[in-house]
Nanobody
Framework: VQFVESGGGMVQTGGSLTLSCTAS????????LSWVRQAPGKGPEWVSR???????TYSDSVKGRFTISRDNAKRTLTLQMNSLKPEDTALYFC???????????????????RGQGTQVTVSS
């Protein structure tokens, strides 16, 4: 299982970025996937999930600003981020749902594989 994230960068407050995650090594369409982020000195924070039916959920901190989507044919998970804030600064990575886990969908501990991540920095 492998994930490769891309699209991060440095933007000013109010700017936009689009993150992409390309997966390999498993049946992409059969798994719920999430974006998770980790700011310096903090633990992982669940951001958004797209399930195998294409339904999406978001954390309260990004709802209305971020949009998650997936393309099963291209094995790609995307996160469109608008109206970025300095508190969105973090390393962002995509993760695959661990169906054997008892942790809920919005807990990073409920996911197994992840990529190296892509850095997002929002300046004020």
């Amino acid at each position: 299982v492998q994930f490769v994230e891309s699209g991060g960068g440095m933007v000013q407050t109010g700017g936009s970025l689009t993150l992409s995650c390309t997966a390999s090594g498993f049946t992409f369409a059969s798994y719920d996937l999430s974006w998770v982020r980790q700011a310096p000195g903090k633990g992982p924070e669940w951001v958004s999930r797209n399930d195998i039916r294409g339904e999406s959920t978001y954390s309260d901190s990004v709802k209305g600003r971020f949009t998650i989507s997936r393309d099963n044919a291209k094995r790609t998970l995307t996160l469109q981020m608008n109206s970025l804030k300095p508190e969105d600064t973090a390393l962002y990575f995509c993760m695959r749902r661990d169906y054997s886990s008892s942790y809920p969908n919005n807990d990073p501990r409920g996911y197994d594989y992840r990529g190296q991540g892509t850095q997002v920095t929002v300046s004020s």
